[in-house]
């Protein structure tokens, strides 16, 4: 008897059970970390007096995410180009990176609202040696 329920990632892994699904679920969660990480930062900048706020910045920074969006999308169609499914698993990693790019920034806005990320640093350290050994083999 298992003590946790994981229904829905088996929901989830019948819901991007095949490449082209779990690319566009990989953008949607680009775009979601996007949101997050365009309204933490400007809640921050609103918020911590160290910060100074600027519609212009905040402007300059809608327009690079809409273009980063437009830019990984047409990544898309490109990645059929390249032969043996090759293109496919390369524009994964580039999202999995982009994606933790923006993750990387959300957790730096909540270091700007006084929010403790700890935790997460830790996560993001043991990560980065773990991808770090396994490329070494």
């Not at 933490?40 to 995410?65: C, M, W, Y």
């Not at 999308?73 to 923006?102: D, K, M, N, R, W």
């Not at 957790?107 to 490329?135: P, R």
């Amino acid at each position: 008897m298992s003590f946790v329920n994981f229904e829905w990632s088996h929901a989830l892994r019948g819901f991007v059970n095949t490449q082209d699904k779990l690319i566009v679920f990989t953008l949607t969660l680009i775009m979601g970390a996007m949101v997050i990480d365009f309204l933490t930062g400007t809640l921050a900048a609103k918020i911590n007096p160290k910060i100074e706020f600027k519609s212009k910045e905040g402007i300059n920074g809608i327009l690079r995410k809409i273009s980063s969006i437009a830019l990984l999308a047409f990544c898309i169609p490109l990645s059929v180009l390249l032969p043996e499914g090759i293109g496919l698993g390369t524009l994964q990693v580039l999202y999995l990176g982009y994606l933790f790019f923006e993750m990387k920034s959300v957790l730096e806005n909540f270091e700007k609202l006084g929010i403790d990320t700890a935790l997460f640093k830790e996560f993001f350290e043991v990560l980065k040696k773990y991808l770090k050994e396994k490329g070494e083999e």
